[in-house]
């Protein structure tokens, strides 16, 4: 949602400067937060009753409905898929990435990729922190981007890298990428309840949560722990969809994996999370290393067929091998043109030194 909200929280019936200002302690500073807040988190964070908490929820809804900011109860197929043939699609600089993703990655839609290190997590993540940032002409968001870093593995050089060698202003790219450096569980779980007012407040367009889980895997140890692990990050994903629809923008999940020893034959490689994090995923994607190439294999996905590509990391970002051949093919020959130059050079000095030699 590119416009302003011009609806506020005090607008829905009941809502008095009492109840806004509970609602504004708890985080929900817009009517849009409401709007994609659960019964349970406002019983919990308001200390009201599950009906109250329904009542306005139901309401906020209601009025953004009416308002032509939500989509309708009921709709037809025909309306959908209209609507879905304007869906905004982000490049990733490679041609064959993007024909996995039918066009790029998607706006009102949580993607995930998963993979072991060094897979190019982290590297994609990189390269959409600038395409998103170009105009939709040019196959990017005409947005800013919220970088959530729970790794410690966002680079800014890497990003002025990139920027470079693209030929775009350094400065202003990164300007446009918002870092929120989390440190704990806690930490990212607030971060994502007020998801809402960061969006609104600085124009964003693409949200990258690298990684999904590292801070809960680590936290809650043990099976012991694994139910509340599991819930807490049912809610994550869950705000995050939410916000990704109501908003409509892109949000990319990386997340880590694990072996599974019960797998004989195949790849006993397994995105890490379970269930949760992969049915809440509207995309997910699986990377891994392929020499000095990476494949990417989509794994799930409501409408695209199960299909993998290659790509590989370039000074440039994302790119794809038949390109990199190109260009490493151009620069080997272009060493060896100026080589044979100076060779050149070089023999024809050495011949004009043994004449005037001789001359003497």
């Known amino acids: 949602m590119s416009e302003a909200i011009e609806v506020d929280i005090s607008d829905l019936p009941g809502v008095g400067p009492a109840t806004k200002a ?10 849009l937060d409401l709007a994609a807040s659960t019964v349970n988190e406002l019983v919990d ?3 009201i009753t599950d009906e109250t908490a329904h009542n306005l929820i ?4 209601r009025l953004l409905k009416e308002k ?82 729970t790794e410690s593995t966002f680079r800014p ?21 918002h870092v929120a450096k989390v440190y704990n569980a806690s930490h990212l779980e607030l971060i994502i309840k007020a998801l809402g007012s960061l ?19 680590a936290e809650f140890v043990g099976r012991g722990t694994l139910s509340e692990r599991q819930q807490k990050l049912n809610a994550i994903m869950h705000r995050l969809k939410r916000i990704a629809e109501i908003y409509n923008i892109a949000i990319v999940i990386t997340n880590q994996v694990q072996a599974s020893p019960d797998t004989f034959f195949g790849d006993p490689t397994k995105a890490a999370g379970g269930n949760i994090i992969g049915h809440a995923s509207t995309y997910r994607v699986y990377l891994r290393k392929a020499g000095q190439e990476r494949k990417a294999i989509m794994i799930d996905s409501p409408c695209h067929p199960y299909s993998d590509t290659n790509f590989v ?13 190109k260009s490493s093919t151009s620069s080997w020959k272009s060493k060896v043109a100026e080589k044979t130059v100076k060779r050149a050079v070089s023999s024809k000095e050495d011949d004009e030194k043994d004449s005037e030699e001789e001359k003497s």
């Not at 509970?22 to 500073?29: D, Y």
């Not at 060698?165 to 990428?177: A, P, S, Y």
């Open 22 to 31: 509970k609602l504004e302690a708890g985080g929900i500073t817009t009517i």
């Open 45 to 47: 964070n308001l200390n």
């Open 58 to 61: 139901f309401e906020a809804q």
């Open 68 to 149: 032509g900011y939500l989509e309708k109860d009921l709709v037809s197929a025909q309306e959908l898929y209209d609507r879905r043939a304007k869906m905004v699609r982000c490049t990733t600089y490679s041609n064959n990435l993007d024909k996995l993703f039918l066009g790029g990655i998607e706006t009102q839609a949580v993607t995930e990729f998963y993979g072991e290190f060094g897979s190019g997590k982290t590297q994609i993540c990189h390269t959409l922190c600038i395409s998103s940032q170009t105009t939709v002409e040019e196959h990017g968001l005409g947005g800013n981007v919220l970088y959530i870093d």
């Open 157 to 177: 050089e890497r990003i002025a890298q990139i920027a470079k060698t693209r030929n775009m202003d350094v400065d202003k790219m990164l300007e446009n990428i």
């Open 199 to 217: 969006i609104q407040q600085n124009g964003i367009k693409l949200v990258i949560v690298d990684s999904i889980i590292s801070l809960h895997r």
């Open 313 to 325: 990391i370039t000074e440039g970002g994302i790119g794809d091998p038949d390109e990199a051949k």
